[in-house]
C-alpha cells in the first residue's frame, strides 16, 4: 500500500536542487552557519582574525569556518582535527570552489551533503525525518529546526533532547 515496512541503510539521502528547499529553509541555515556567505570569498577574514584573538587571548577553540570551509571539509578528505595545517588545506580548497561555482551551486551542494543526524545527510532527509514531508514544504520553525541541528546532531536532535533542540531554534527563529 505504499508504506515503508522498513529501512536497511547507513545513509539517508535525497539530492535536491535549491529552488527545492523552502528560501526558510534556505534563510535559517545561512543565519545559523554563514550570514556572510553572499559577501565572502569563501573565507570570512574578519571572523577569522576574531578566531585567532579568542585562541591566542582566552584559549578557546571556536569555530570560523564559513559555509564553503564546510563543504571542502566534508567533501575531500582532510580530516576534522583543529589543526593549522587541515585549516590551511581547507581554507585553499574553498577558494577554489569559490573560483569554480556560484554562490547558488555551493549551497546546494552543502545542503545536500551536511549531516543531519541518525543517518540523514541533507535537508531532504532530514525534512522527512524530522518532520515527514519535503524540503520545499517546511515551515519557518521547522527550518529553523532543522538549520539548528547542524551545530551538534547527536546533541540537537529533537528525537534526543527536544528541550535542547527548541531552545536552539528559538535562537534564530
Known sequence: DGQIVGEFATERRVVIGYDDMAPVLRSAILATEDADFNQHF???MSRI???LGKDLLLGERAGA???TQQLA???FPIGFEKTVERKIKEALLA?????RYTKREIFTLYANQIYFGHGAYGVEAAAHLYF???ARELT???AATVAAIIQAPERLSPFVDPRRALGRRVAFA
Not at 577558494?95 to 573560483?99: A, D, R, V
Request: net charge negative.
Open 42 to 44: 569563501g573565507l570570512s
Open 49 to 51: 582574525l576574531v578566531t
Open 65 to 67: 569556518s564559513t559555509l
Open 73 to 75: 571539509r566534508n567533501l
Open 95 to 99: 577558494l577554489q570552489i569559490e573560483k
Open 132 to 134: 515527514d514531508k519535503s
Open 140 to 142: 519557518t520553525e521547522e
